[in-house]
């Protein structure tokens, strides 16, 4: 079965720094571009981050470019998110999704998503 | 700024067909995807490529496009169908993965 399955969510204080993991399997990972997808409560969904294979070309929104940083690990088939200087309006459900093979843009899998709340 | 923009609710009865429309100035020159999301799960990708259906989704989702506007239709609406829909698209420079605002489909 191909999944992706999110951690490291929890609640930091403003200013604060996290990192957010996403594991992935049922799929040769070095093969596909990642991305980071967030909601705010109540909110659509805003892109946040993508990172191509071997790391090549990586791009944020400008919301939190300087303050975010992703990065993936192939050996373990993961991707991170490092979060810094977190600000109130983080908080979100952070998803980690697979760029759609067939496709530049599209995220054809999704895991059910991580916490971050920043209080 | 490249942005997509939604209605914000669509209402349709049960048995009809339903339209979510997508505009955009980029969507000439860049794919669309659409998304369906229930309360409190993740979304699912519904259509790639403007008109092409992700596997396992059933025949009456359908997607279209013309110049800046692009269409999800849903033909012979069930209740099951209830979400949220968001299109998705990129930037003119491919660097930036776009979402439009999402529209609350209510099954009356």
């Known amino acids: 079965e191909v999944k992706v399955v999110e951690s490291g969510g929890t609640q930091v204080k403003p200013g604060g720094s996290l990192r957010l993991s996403c594991a992935t399997s049922g799929f040769f990972f070095r093969d596909f571009g990642m991305n980071w997808v967030r909601q705010a409560p109540g909110k659509g969904l805003e892109w946040v981050s993508y990172?191509?294979?071997?790391?090549?070309?990586?791009y944020y929104a400008d919301s939190v470019k300087g303050r975010f940083t992703i990065s993936r690990d192939d050996a373990n088939d993961l991707v991170y998110l490092q979060l810094s200087s977190l600000r109130a309006d983080d908080t979100a459900i952070y998803y980690c999704?697979?760029?759609?093979?067939?496709?530049?843009?599209?995220?054809?899998?999704w895991g059910q998503g991580t916490t971050v709340t920043v209080s | 700024s490249d942005e997509l923009t939604q209605p914000p609710s669509v209402s349709v009865s049960p048995g009809q067909t339903a339209t979510i429309l997508c505009s955009g100035d980029?969507?000439?020159?860049?794919?669309v995807y659409w998304y369906q999301q229930r309360p409190g799960q993740a979304p699912l990708l519904l259509i790639y490529k403007d008109t092409e259906r992700a596997s396992g989704i059933p025949e009456r989702f359908s997607g279209s496009t013309s110049g800046t506007e692009v269409t999800l239709t849903i033909s012979g609406v069930q209740a099951e169908d209830e979400a949220t829909y968001f299109c998705q698209s990129a930037d003119r420079s491919g660097a930036y993965r776009l979402f439009g605002g999402g529209t609350r489909l209510t099954v009356l």
């Open positions: 980029a969507l000439p020159q860049q794919y």
């Open positions: 990172i191509s294979t071997s790391s090549t070309f990586i």
């Open positions: 999704a697979r760029r759609h093979p067939e496709t530049p843009y599209g995220m054809d899998v």
